[in-house]
């Protein structure tokens, strides 16, 4: 009995043997008879080319294509290609014996190459057509998976730019689930050897072309990015979507959207954390010895990261509501609110993907309902946005309106800021830094009664990043007949962002600033100025500024003079020099230095006023003999002065409110002098004078009603 046992056993081996050759063999010979028909019922649902090395059937249910090929018909650029070195597909045994029906359960990819560009024109051909057939095939249980995909970013000769992307999605009745992450990685370019270049077929097919091209030409992987792991979940209802949840987590990011998409109309909720502050945006690649992995275990033995590092995080977005309606390529946002750091923000507006993207966008905050807001002044900010992108710039026009609360800080002098940008255009260059030039740019400030106008042309921006945590940004423009040019270093480490910048005028035209400064319509000359900023330890701005060989005329001051003393020369100075140095906080602001030279008036000291508006002064004003000659008051003290003397100076001081300021003499050598000859009375008639004149006129409306 064992003797036949084995031997029925040892031929129903060789008969199932047999069997699966056979199944095997005659498969095989279908797959490749019918691989024309197969490639070319494909290539009816697309535009492009698909191209296949062979096809084989492993028993007993699965099909390995090897080499197969995307190409566009139009295009013999080989990098400009989709390649999939190997694809496996599972089919169900008991539906293709039953009912001799094909149906697919699982497809793998290993190792594809995806050219971005490339894969981007691609959809934007042959999507829509995808999509329709895939929503007309018979809802099974599937499952999809791709592993060890190289997403290629470069663009020209650019450093290789490449996404790794691994993931699975598989359904399941009417539950969709889709699981993966994305890495991006560091690669520099290293030629070792040269590639050789891919075979045609006849059909000018290009074939052999490996998946990692590029990586041969030269790329070599410095360091392992930080995966973006991605997690979504949604239910079949009808003609709609369920989206239970959508993840997006990072060391620096977590992101957690639900919703529901039916028909063109998307709503989503959620929430976001995001800690921009410095991390390491890459891991180092594993060393191959023993030896570099023990060090690179020690290394990070050394310097364990604390378990809460990550809990609070900088930015947060809460409270997220969107309503949007998807009509491919449109996309009209009907609202978009959250709480960005418990500022309420409001977004709408319409974007379109055609191959021109555009947008028209209004956006709103509102810092005014924020019970966290450092600024309690700050009301709101109104922001219009119009632009389009031809992939490599964005250009945009901008209206942006900031309103301020004059009831909760008085001291505040500014309660209007409007701005329009035209032509702001940003380069969308990866390879470059972040840069950006506008066209046209003007300001408007309000501070009480008065408007307060900048305007900027041609202007370049450009951010660089210095260190990890330190960002430099440069700003050059024409400015006013002159040149601006301002550098502000931006750090970003912990506990608060920091600014420190400078801001150079050179060779401006003083008199065209009129619509900026009030006062300097009635100056002429050139100026030449530095400004800094800073905000460590506390928001401060400090420098200095010089005027030369320019023209004061009617100035209020210089006027009274002229007007008082019968000084005519006064009403236009001709000066060789102003200048001062200043420096302004949230408590004064102080000039130090001033100095005005001249051939008949100078005049030198200090000034400044608090958050109060309180003033203290100390000045000293210098009158030629010859100007001094031309009034009768001033003659007879002409004599006192010797010719050793060429101009007779005047010490005095402002002090008090500055809507009502006080004016004193000081002593002087001068003035002891001219206390010799003139009586005490008049140098107080002279005080109460320059009094009147600094005390604003009272209004009818205003004075106190007349007692009967």
Partial sequence: MPPFRNRFLSWAAIILVLCVLVVSIVFNILLGLNKSRIVNAANTLISDQLDVGYMAYVFPNIVVIKDAVLVPNDDLDPARVVKLPAVTAEFSILEFILRQNVTVQKVKLYSPYIHHGY?????KRNGKQLLDFLLRLPRVDFRFSVKDTLWDFTVGAGSPDYVQLNFVFWMKKDTIRVQGAARKDKYVHAPKHKTRQPREDPAGVSRGWPPWASLAKGGQRQAAGLPLEFDFQGVWAGEGLFIDHLSLIRKNVYLKLWGSLFREKLQLNGFAFLDTYPQEEYGTVKPVKQSGRIREYLRKAQKPVPAGHFQDKDLYLMDMDCLARISPPRVDVERLNFNFNDVPVTLKGRLLFNDLFSADLDIGLDPARSKNF???????????????SDGKVFTSDNDIHVSFDKAKNPNFPVTKIDSTLKGLRFLLDQYARPSARLKRGETTIATGGNLHKLFLENAVISLSALKSTLRLLEVKSPFYGGRLAGRFWLTTGRPVPKVDGTVVLNDVDVHQLDEL?????????????????????????????????????????????????????????????VSSGFTADLDALKFKGILLSSGNVNISGDFAIDKNGLVASYLSLAFSKKLLDESAKFRPILKIFGEDIPMVVFDFQLAG??????????????????????PNFVERIIERRIDKMMTPAEQPQAAAPQKE
């Fill in 657 to 678: 409110r500055q809507e009502a300021m006080n004016f004193q003499w000081m002593p002087s050598p001068h003035k002891n002098m001219i206390q010799e000859r003139i």
């Fill in 119 to 123: 894969f981007s024109d691609f959809l």
């Fill in 517 to 577: 400064f009030l006062d300097f319509a009635k100056a002429e000359g050139r100026l030449f100025g530095r400004v800094h900023l800073t905000s460590v330890p506390r928001l401060s701005l400090d420098g200095q500024f010089d005027m030369h060989n320019g023209r004061l005329k009617n100035f209020a001051f210089f006027q009274w003079l002229g007007d008082t003393f019968n000084l005519p020369s006064l009403r236009q100075v001709d000066f060789r020099q």
């Fill in 374 to 388: 450092a600024m309690k002044n700050l009301n709101e900010i109104r922001w219009h946005l119009a632009g389009a």
